[in-house]
């Protein structure tokens, strides 16, 4: 089993819905992320929370909206999905108590706004 | 402000071995990573550096030096598999928030 899971691994939507992306993780860490990546950009910071409702945003949250409400999730929101949101969006966890407060990826979610 | 620059693409020979450099300028420096990230699927950790030095992890070693703002990942015996993307990234602070350089893409060819 996956130790960070996302869902869903793929999606399809229309300019103008709400979606949600969520994550899930078995590893007990504090901290987590949400990425997205785009070609020729590399990932981006959309939002981040070092702990159960601390939420802090990241380079490019215009657009996006996040929740933790156990320390195991973290979900992520499109209030209304436009074209340009189009991307592979990835979360990510670390501990700060270990050594390097590594960060392990999940497998991404490809989302795709028509 | 923040940036961090490293090659878009490299080729290399299987059997052989490849440096990836990575510089960067940011505010604030808590430690140095690089992931590996195969086409569509999720990066990986490869290494961590926060001290100047040479970290070696079997066929992977990376190298920093903080005042100049430089990193290398040095690959020996490359193998087809290693065909990858190859991300640096900073953290600034020990707040534990990731910047990361564009990747470079590592084709291995026979």
């Known amino acids: 089993d996956a130790d960070v899971t996302q869902t869903p691994r793929n999606r399809i939507t229309k300019t103008g819905k709400r979606i949600m992306l969520e994550c899930s993780q078995t590893?007990?860490?504090?901290?987590m992320y949400w990425y997205r990546q785009d070609p020729g950009l590399g990932l981006r910071l959309i939002y981040y929370s070092f702990d159960v409702k601390d939420i802090n945003k990241g380079e490019i949250s215009d657009g996006y909206s996040v929740s933790r409400q156990a320390q195991a999730k973290f979900s992520l929101s499109l209030e209304s999905a436009i074209p340009n949101q189009t991307a592979l969006y990835f979360c990510?966890?670390?501990?700060?108590?270990?050594?390097?407060?590594?960060?392990?990826f999940g497998a991404g979610t490809r989302l795709s706004v028509l | 402000g923040q940036n961090i620059d490293q090659p878009t693409e490299m080729t290399a020979t299987e059997g052989a071995i490849v440096q990836i450099n990575c510089t960067y300028q940011t505010s604030g420096f808590n430690g140095l990573f690089w992931y590996q990230q195969h086409a569509g699927e999720a990066p990986t950790f490869l290494s961590y550096n926060v001290l100047d030095g040479l970290e070696e992890k079997g066929r992977f070693s990376s190298f920093l030096s903080r005042s100049k703002g430089y990193s290398y990942l040095l690959l020996k015996e490359l193998q087809m598999k290693d065909s990858a993307s190859y991300l640096c990234?900073?953290?600034?602070?020990?707040?534990?928030?990731?910047?990361f350089g564009q990747g470079t893409t590592l084709q291995v060819k026979p």
């Open positions: 990510a966890t670390s501990d700060h108590r270990t050594g390097g407060n590594i960060q392990y």
């Open positions: 590893k007990g860490h504090d901290r």
């Open positions: 990234a900073v953290r600034g602070s020990n707040t534990g928030k990731l910047i």
